[in-house]
């Protein structure tokens, strides 16, 4: 993503931004979800409603919430690692450490997608039913895991191919971004 | 080959792709994988799915984006201006005076906000220039703000502790009413420093404002009423036992919302930038405890961590030698790695090496807390100091320099609570009966 192209932004790269958007936004609702239902949750138990369900639904929306968000966290650079190394050889070097770490976390997102798709393929096959309160097959709920991994592959493509274009990774210059307006909310 | 040796093998992978930057959650992942495919029988992909699934599919762990997002908006707020002058017309008679609102601060914010960074930052952002507009010392005012930024862990909520509950499997309540006296004992030894470093420094702590009435002082502190009120309430909903930790966690964030609607810093941009905010640093949390299951699984299939264990008992360790090593080891692993990598990479293996040792497991979460905090003022990666050095400019390892005292101040509490393990337990014993 160089500063000269984003004016005339291509459409290839106003999709995939948005795309990864999408999944940021879809988990941000699922965790004002979980709000949402843990509230109720608490008010039933006073109330005496029928809550039990909730917390078969709250453990799906949190799943929902880490996987779909995770294509638009890595590129914010949210996802932690050691720059120690990174930060202290020269700018080639860098590039190249860069590339390396892209193509193996391609490799690892590939393998873990493929295996979610594959088990929740069997899920949906066997027609595996959720086996506590809520009664629905187990394959709907996992479906956030097969497409939140499909989009962080293609986000850590993404990533690689413009880094071997000889341009800065957005998780690098979103955390410069962020820390130059002095804004440390996100940091642990 | 032994199991130590094929232990050895892949700690080294793990450091050659951590020093590498390949991210922390895929390292543990893939080292959790090569050690299943090559050192057991089982079959990594389905233990893969099922890691994965098993820890992000989970109730309990909804508590980590309640707690991350409560303190997301409460970042947004006006809470650190009116948590200075609420706070600063008390102190004028204690030695030191206004340089106590840093750890005073820092406790307050600590006990509605899960995170040190985002602590030492609030409170820093007003606390700094204040002080040194009347003239206070430069030094202490950063020292003290690094080091207390770290109470942001250990007094509850804790997006810390909810990690470690979830690696450990340990209660996350029992967790949070045990982090409390801790986190006096810190706030104690840090403002005892400030007071005889004041008496030894007369002339450099500046003269006292304008006594004022106590109508006054009860008139500048109304606006921290708010904030104390939500504290009261999350301490009192845990400790009653009204609502789980993780229902807890939602009325804290509806609570800081009614905080911040109250203070005018409420918009709807601010809304949803705290909410996606919340959600993308707990998307990249879940991830690591994904990851750090993984290679939990791994590690229960190779024994490893049995092997290790058996062997740290064989060298007839004390349990004072022990915690003395592991003090020194994560002090070491604490110079590189932020606070919650650094529990979730060493949890598989020193975790049944304490247990063996006959330690408790929330004592030894309070332990690791403390490491934690330490690790966050440690050069050369230190977030405290990263965060102190972006708001004054001020070089990183100059500010770990005179954080020094301070981090004396945590090496005396972590060998306190060692020699006094019930400073730990004695909370959560009280109130919720002891454990087994």
Redesign the interface.
């Known amino acids: 993503m160089s500063t000269s192209s984003t004016a005339s932004a291509s459409f290839g790269r106003r999709f995939l931004d948005g795309l990864y958007l999408l999944g940021g936004n879809l988990a941000a609702l699922c965790v004002l979800a979980i709000l949402v239902l843990m509230i109720a949750a608490s008010m039933g138990r006073v109330f005496e409603w029928r809550v039990s369900w909730i917390n078969d639904i709250v453990a799906w929306l949190c799943a929902a919430a880490a996987f779909m968000g995770m294509a638009y966290s890595f590129r914010n650079g949210d996802f932690v690692r050691v720059t120690l190394v990174l930060e202290s050889v020269s700018p080639p070097v860098r590039r190249w450490l860069e590339l390396v770490s892209l193509a193996v976390a391609a490799v690892a997102i590939g393998y873990l997608g493929y295996w979610a798709a594959r088990f929740t393929w069997e899920s949906y096959e066997f027609n595996d039913i959720a086996g506590n309160m809520v009664a629905i097959p187990i394959w709907i709920p996992q479906m956030s895991f097969v497409i939140g991994s499909a989009i962080l592959v293609i986000a850590v493509l993404d990533e690689c191919v413009c880094v071997f274009r000889g341009g800065k990774p957005s998780y690098v210059a979103r955390v410069e971004e962020r820390h130059a307006r002095g804004d440390f909310s996100e940091e642990m | 080959m032994g199991l130590l040796e094929i232990g050895g093998l892949l700690l080294f992978l793990m450091l050659l ?10 390292t543990l ?2 080292v959790g ?1 090569v050690g299943q495919a090559f050192f057991t029988n089982t079959l990594p ?2 233990n ?2 099922s890691s ?2 098993e820890t ?4 309990e ?2 508590a980590l ?2 707690f991350i ?1 409560m ?2 908006i409460l ?2 707020t006006k809470l650190s201006e009116q948590m200075f002058d609420g706070l600063s017309p008390w102190l004028s008679k204690v030695p030191g005076r206004l340089m106590h609102t840093t750890i005073l601060g820092c406790g307050i914010f600590g006990s509605v906000s899960g ?4 602590t ?2 609030t409170i820093a952002k007003v606390a700094l220039p204040e002080l040194e507009k009347r003239g206070y010392d430069r030094n202490i005012a950063l020292g003290s703000l690094a080091a207390a930024g770290g109470l942001g ?1 250990l007094i509850p909520p804790s ?2 502790m909810v990690v470690y509950a979830v690696a450990a499997d340990a209660s996350v309540i029992r967790l949070f009413l045990a982090g409390f006296l801790p986190g006096f004992l810190l706030m104690g030894l840090f403002s005892g420093y400030i007071i005889w470093w004041s008496l030894r420094h007369p002339d450099k702590v500046p003269p006292p404002e304008a006594p004022t009435t106590f109508m006054e002082k009860m008139r500048r502190s109304g606006s921290l009423i708010p904030c104390s009120l939500l504290i009261v309430f999350i301490v009192w909903v845990l400790v009653a036992g ?2 789980t930790a ?2 807890c ?3 804290g ?2 609570g800081s919302l009614a905080i911040a609607a109250a203070g005018r810093s409420l918009t709807w941009e601010n809304f ?1 930038q705290g ?14 405890l ?1 990851g750090a299951a993984f290679l939990t699984k791994t590690m229960a299939f190779t024994g490893i961590p049995r092997e290790l264990a058996e062997f740290v008992h064989s060298m007839n360790l004390s349990p004072f030698g022990l915690i003395g090593v592991l003090v020194v080891v994560y002090l070491i692993l604490g110079t ?6 650094m529990i979730v990479l060493t949890s598989a293996v020193v975790l049944p090496m304490i247990q063996k040792a006959g330690f408790d497991l929330v004592w030894f979460g309070i332990f690791i807390i403390m490491l934690v905090e330490i690790a966050e003022i440690t050069p ?2 230190g ?1 405290n100091l ?2 102190l050095q ?2 004054t400019g001020i070089d990183s390892n100059r500010i770990a320099r005179v954080t020094l005292p301070f981090f004396a101040c945590m090496i005396a509490g972590i060998g306190l609570i060692t020699v006094f393990p019930s400073i730990v337990t004695i909370v959560p014993d009280l109130l919720m009966g002891v454990a087994k």
């Open positions: 792709m951590l020093s590498g930057g390949v991210w922390i959650a895929m992942a893939i994988w992909g389905k893969l799915f994965f699934w992000s599919a989970s109730w762990l909804a984006p309640m997002w303190g997301e970042y947004r995170s040190s960074a985002a030492c930052a862990i997006i810390t009204i609502a993780t229902e966690a939602a009325y964030v509806v949803w909410l996606v905010g919340a959600t993308r640093v707990s998307c990249m949390i879940m991830f690591i994904a590189a790695l932020d606070g919650i990598s050369p990666v977030f990263f965060v972006n708001m």
